[in-house]
């Protein structure tokens, strides 16, 4: 069993990463971030240094290698001065788990007191998502996800990011690079934190992980998901051309304040108007409306009909998420029954409205789980309450 550090004394206001000490790494960079990191370790001649970049990057993040000497079209020479001067390391796995239902959870060491969580979803997408944090606990305080109630501790680098990737890909066998087949098809920005308060780092992350010579995902398979930071949806489909999401959970704003407390800045109309202005948003492109269905909260058929008011001329999907619960939540999830009918009214309206079924909930692994503290409860201590409720299928 991992060990996990306590989190919870971390100030709110320690959110910027600080300077590495040691040998850079490598793993992770952008290109134009490699290629500085040579220069200003004298590891090459300036007018040589895109071409070894283009070199390295390549080995790093088409094939995954973690040891300049597998990089066999670099000079033995120049393998050495690199390994003197730099690392290509991934962060520390402190906790590996795997669900009954295949889903993976990995609780990953970025620095001492500084850990975060990334589950990879089988049966998503294409073929899988990855679920990926941009930030170590989150400030927005949503009362029914279980990652609030972690205090902010700070955010997470692009190269810690894309470091997410690069250990799911080693637990899943995927380097090289599969142009076919593979199972880490899709990447949701769905993980600890709020995106938009870290958007450079994940945009910067997004070049790396859609690079055709490297980890090669579309754009069009990577989805930011945001509780609604109206002024920086504009930036984020400017810059990344990414699939937006956006944690809605309630049609007024009286219950949206109690639910999602950043309503009380950016109301709904608010968000509203600046999802109609996202960048590229089309009928092939559509939002999609994140909605966890919350029992004798937001769940009634006059709910549903007040939904489909909201989002009325948009592009849109809703995916409706069955609430999963956590150690001391306030809440329980909808009736299975009231769920489907609660579809069906949006259906029948005309859009899609995909039930997402909970997965990976022994391992607190499901939406709105996660959560990197010392006080959550053990893996083996859910494993046993979950006996009483077995995954859905």
Do not use: H
């Given at each position: 069993m991992g060990v996990t550090l306590d989190l919870s004394r971390a100030s709110a206001s320690a959110v910027t990463p600080q300077a590495p000490t040691g040998p850079i790494n490598l793993a992770g960079l952008t290109r134009e971030g490699i290629k500085a990191a040579l220069i200003a370790g004298e590891a090459c001649a300036p007018d040589k240094a895109k071409m070894r970049t283009a070199q390295i990057w390549r080995w790093i993040n088409h094939f995954g290698v973690t040891d300049f000497d597998c990089m066999t079209d670099v000079g033995k020479d120049v393998?050495?001065?690199?390994?003197?001067?730099?690392?290509?390391?991934?962060?520390?796995?402190?906790?590996?788990?795997?669900?009954?239902?295949?889903?993976?959870?990995?609780?990953?060491?970025?620095?001492?007191?500084v850990e975060a969580e990334a589950v990879?979803?089988?049966?998503?997408?294409?073929?899988?998502?990855?679920?990926?944090?941009?930030?170590?606990?989150?400030?927005?305080?949503?009362?029914f996800c279980h990652t609030g109630t972690q205090p902010l501790v700070r955010n997470l680098t692009a190269a810690e990011i894309?470091?997410?990737?690069?250990?799911?890909?080693?637990?899943?066998?995927?380097?090289?690079?599969?142009?076919?087949?593979?199972?880490?098809?899709?990447?949701?920005f769905m993980g600890m934190g709020e995106p938009l308060y870290n958007l450079d780092a994940v945009a910067q992350a997004m070049d790396v992980v859609s690079?055709?010579?490297?980890?090669?995902l579309s754009r069009r398979r990577i989805t930011v998901s945001t509780s609604g930071v109206v002024p920086q949806l504009e930036p984020l489909g400017t810059r990344t051309g990414a699939m937006l999401a956006i944690s809605l959970h309630a049609t007024n704003d009286e219950l949206r304040d109690q639910l999602v407390p950043l309503n009380r800045k950016y109301p709904i109309a608010e968000l509203l108007a600046g999802i109609r202005a996202y960048p590229g948003l089309s009928n092939a492109?559509?939002?999609?409306?994140?909605?966890?269905?919350?029992?004798?909260?937001?769940?009634?058929?006059?709910?549903?009909?007040a939904l489909i008011q909201l989002v009325r001329g948009l592009p849109a999907k809703i995916n409706l998420i069955p609430f999963n619960p956590w150690p001391g939540s306030p809440y329980e999830c909808s009736d299975w029954a009231t769920i489907e009918k609660f579809a069906a009214v949006i259906n029948k309206a005309g859009y899609a409205s995909p039930i997402r079924t909970p997965r990976g909930r022994d391992i607190l692994a499901a939406c709105g789980q996660l959560k990197s503290e010392s006080e959550k409860v053990r893996a083996s201590t859910l494993r046993q309450a979950s006996q009483a409720e077995p995954l859905a299928d």
């Open positions: 393998r050495a001065v690199l390994a003197d001067r730099f690392v290509v390391a991934r962060p520390e796995v402190t906790e590996r788990q795997v669900s009954r239902d295949g889903t993976r959870k990995w609780l990953l060491k970025f620095a001492p007191g990879f979803i089988p049966g998503v997408g294409r073929a899988g998502a990855l679920c990926v944090s941009s930030q170590v606990g989150c400030t927005l305080n949503c009362t894309v470091a997410q990737v690069q250990v799911a890909r080693d637990d899943l066998g995927e380097w090289p690079s599969p142009a076919e087949g593979r199972q880490l098809s899709n990447i949701v690079d055709g010579e490297g980890i090669a492109r559509r939002v999609t409306f994140e909605y966890v269905m919350l029992k004798g909260i937001n769940d009634s058929l006059a709910d549903a009909r």
